[in-house]
């Protein structure tokens, strides 16, 4: 077998030098701990800040909440179409809607009107009433 190199185990590189490596080690000291500054930085913006998870929170309830404004809407929306064609449907549906809101009766009916005391008699909108 040949000769055995020695070890390099602890021996620098030729091409380092001794200022090298120093100069080297703290450049990447000064940028690791550049680094840590900003990821703490980072972190105090994610726990603390109004766009982090305090800001996200008060997002997410505001989003149930209007979601729950919008299912009660739907719902409200349901019943008026039904209203709608109860109404196109049913002649007397329309009638009765007429009758309580217009003051409308039938040829062969007489209409009472009672007035509170106090009250005034006049319409409460021009056009209104009788002619």
């Known amino acids: 077998m040949g000769k055995e190199k020695p ?61 729950a404004k919008v299912l009660a809407l739907q719902k409200e929306n349901q019943q008026l179409y039904r209203k709608i064609m109860n109404f196109k449907n049913d002649p007397r549906a329309q009638e009765r809607l007429v009758r309580e809101h217009l003051g409308w009766a039938r040829e062969d009916e007489v209409m009472i009107e009672f007035h509170l005391p106090g009250r005034s008699l006049a319409p409460a909108e021009p056009g209104w009433g009788p002619p």
């Not at 620098?12 to 990447?28: D, E, Q, T, W």
């Open 7 to 67: 070890s390099s185990r602890g021996a620098v590189p030729a091409m380092a030098s001794a200022g090298f490596s120093r100069k080297g080690v703290g450049l990447i000291r000064f940028f690791c701990v550049i680094l840590l500054l900003l990821n703490l930085l980072v972190l105090l913006g994610i726990f603390f800040s109004s766009h982090g998870i305090p800001g996200h929170r008060l997002k997410s309830g505001q989003v149930t909440e209007l979601e």
